[in-house]
């Protein structure tokens, strides 16, 4: 999704089928590709635009998909570490309605698929849960000023404080449930060329891209049923478009690294099908006065130092050796816990990372999550 968080969304809806049969009768085909998903009916991301702030927090119907990707890292009074994951993406079924109203309540144009997941450092637990729901009867939806966006009793809103960018969180499983107050400490970093974020060769595999690298978060979460106060940072990721992967792309690892010393890192590396890392993967570097600087393929290099094993015996990396010479960059990340693979549909690892180094000859520390998609076969 700064690779492309599509083939996520489009590959869960596989397993909304039926949602989808009921509110419109059989969907068109989703998939990855830009065959599919570049529509002459949908809007595409083909050009660098004019963001507009705080409107684009909101949703953009005229477009195929889109979602808002929220993952930090996150202590208790008494040092307990925890890392989350709350994501709610948006698919539409059909082009965008003609202005007349719907003939049924019961009827949808739009899926939403939702993603909860909590990295208990202490106890070495990772606990998630997917949601779907198609946007009918108040089942699911996205709405502007104020913003809103929700799946059943999950859901992101804009604080009492008015529609400035500070939000709330709120998500619940069996033994976890968070409730978060988020802050940027920025003003939103457009990715790619001036928020036009490019994944293929092909136009259409093209989206509108920014991130909040840092956000102060405050709050509570409760963990079997005990509530704890936390603090810490988050990291959205913000993308909307109606392309793809590129047909020969079959998959991503992505970095969003926050350092000490007030700068952060987004890196996403795209993964042809035969291994090789393509030539449109990219990044940004934030330095820590908000100055944004665009990463190319070539800047940026990644030597994987480890691999995990899932329960089917499938492989993912598990510790990286990032290097920006241009920056004098140079960074380990490695996992807080070993396993923090979401296995949802299709399987994914999403987890939260620990980061050590130096830049300029200067120590430097931090955390991170790290997403990393197609290295597991979808069951």
């Known amino acids: 999704m700064h690779r492309s968080r599509s083939g996520i969304v489009a590959r869960a809806l596989a397993a909304a089928c039926a949602c989808a049969q009921v509110a419109n009768g059989a969907p068109p085909a989703v998939t990855g590709s830009a065959e599919n998903f570049a529509t002459g009916a949908f809007a595409a991301a083909l050009e660098p635009r004019t963001f507009e702030f705080p409107r684009d927090h909101g949703p953009h119907p005229a477009f195929r998909q889109e979602w808002w990707y929220f993952t930090g890292n996150l202590a208790a009074a008494d040092g307990e570490r925890f890392g989350f994951e709350l994501t709610f993406f948006r698919v539409a079924l059909v082009a965008p309605a003609d202005g007349r109203a719907e003939a049924s309540a019961w009827r949808s144009r739009e899926i939403y698929v939702a993603h909860f997941a909590v990295t208990d450092v202490a106890r070495k637990r990772f606990r998630f849960q997917q949601k779907l729901s198609r946007a009918a009867l108040g089942l699911a939806g996205a709405q502007s000023a104020p913003l809103h966006v929700w799946l059943d009793d999950w859901w992101l809103e804009e604080s009492a404080a008015g529609n400035s960018g500070h939000w709330k969180l709120h998500a619940a499983q069996p033994g976890y449930a968070i409730d978060l ?34 956000l102060a978060v405050t709050g509570h979460l409760v963990r079997d049923a005990e509530p704890l106060e936390l603090h810490g940072l988050a990291w959205l990721d913000r993308e909307w478009g109606s392309g793809g992967l590129g047909p020969r792309q079959a998959g991503w690892d992505w970095f969003g690294l926050q350092l000490d010393d007030g700068s952060a890192l987004m890196f996403y590396a795209l993964r042809d099908k035969d291994g090789a890392r393509d030539g449109h993967s990219a990044g940004t570097f934030i330095a820590a006065d908000g100055t944004a600087r ?36 140079d960074l380990s990340v490695h996992p807080a816990l070993a396993d923090q693979e979401l296995r949802t549909t299709p399987p994914y690892w999403e987890g939260a990372v620990d980061v050590s180094g130096d830049r300029s000859g200067e120590t430097v520390r931090g955390r991170g999550y790290v997403e990393l998609v197609g290295y597991a076969q979808e069951r």
């Not at 802050?183 to 909040?212: F, H, I, M």
């Not at 993912?316 to 960059?329: F, G, K, Q």
Request: charged letters at 20%; aromatic letters at 8%; zero cysteines.
């Open 181 to 214: 107050a988020l802050e940027p400490q920025s003003a939103p970093v457009l990715n790619g060329d001036a928020g036009l974020s490019r994944k293929s060769e092909q136009a259409a595999d093209a989206t509108y891209y920014y991130s909040v690298p840092r």
């Open 294 to 329: 665009a990463l190319s393929n070539t800047d940026v290099s990644i030597a994987v130092g480890g691999s995990w094993r899932n329960r089917s015996g499938e492989r993912y990396p598990a510790a990286w050796r990032i290097r920006v010479p241009a920056l004098a960059l």
